[in-house]
């Protein structure tokens, strides 16, 4: 991660990391180096695993909640930035998606998925800028999901060499930020509930 956060530097760009609880715990100077470098921090669960998140309408505000606390222990930073693993369609269901909206958390999804842990090389690179031309010929800001593989960062440079030469501008998400989240439109369900 440390040579992740060289790399963003190197670029001179910003991004959010959404992280799992135990891996906040095990990596706490990784952490606060984010913060302390203007970078944005989320929140991914604990398990990350959706038979568990999944499993009732409280699981995954309660798994959230715990992640929330763990990197505010390790940061002083209060975050309600969510990114639910696997995204929140299908299995984050209406009631589940209430529960978190009261507690304050704002759920993002995204827009542009660079499908970097798919195809593992130079080809999420050009998939991505592929992507991120379409949302901007449609007027819209791209969101794009990367995840923090090896092979991510090996090809990450090739990216921000081009949207550096392009002009484009990154962000870290805020929490005053109105979120990007799936709408479920009838397609959320959770099969990991017991009836």
């Not at 040579?3 to 606060?32: C, R, W």
């Not at 959230?64 to 309600?80: C, H, P």
Request: net charge positive.
């Amino acid at each position: 991660a440390n040579q992740l956060l060289d790399i963003l530097d190197h670029y001179h760009a910003k991004a959010t990391f959404f992280m799992l609880g135990p891996n906040i715990e095990d990596h706490p100077s990784v952490v606060k180096r984010m913060v302390k470098e203007g970078f944005g921090v989320g929140l991914h669960s604990i398990t990350h695993d959706a038979h568990k998140i999944y499993s009732s309408n409280e699981a995954p505000l309660k798994e959230m909640t715990e992640d929330q606390r763990i990197l505010q222990k390790v940061t002083g930073v209060r975050s309600q930035l969510i990114r639910l693993p696997y995204g929140s369609i299908p299995y984050l269901t209406i009631d589940m998606r209430m529960l978190l909206d009261q507690k304050g958390f704002k759920i993002w999804d995204w827009t542009v998925d660079s499908k970097d842990w798919e195809l593992k090389n130079q080809r999420f690179v050009q998939k991505t800028i592929r992507d991120i031309q379409n949302m901007e010929k449609a007027g819209q800001a791209p969101i794009v999901l990367m995840h923090d593989k090896p092979e991510t960062v090996r090809y990450l440079p090739n990216l921000l060499t081009y949207l550096k030469r392009h002009g484009y501008q990154t962000k870290i998400l805020t929490n005053q930020m109105p979120p990007y989240t799936f709408q479920c439109e009838g397609r959320c369900h959770s099969p990991f509930i017991a009836s």
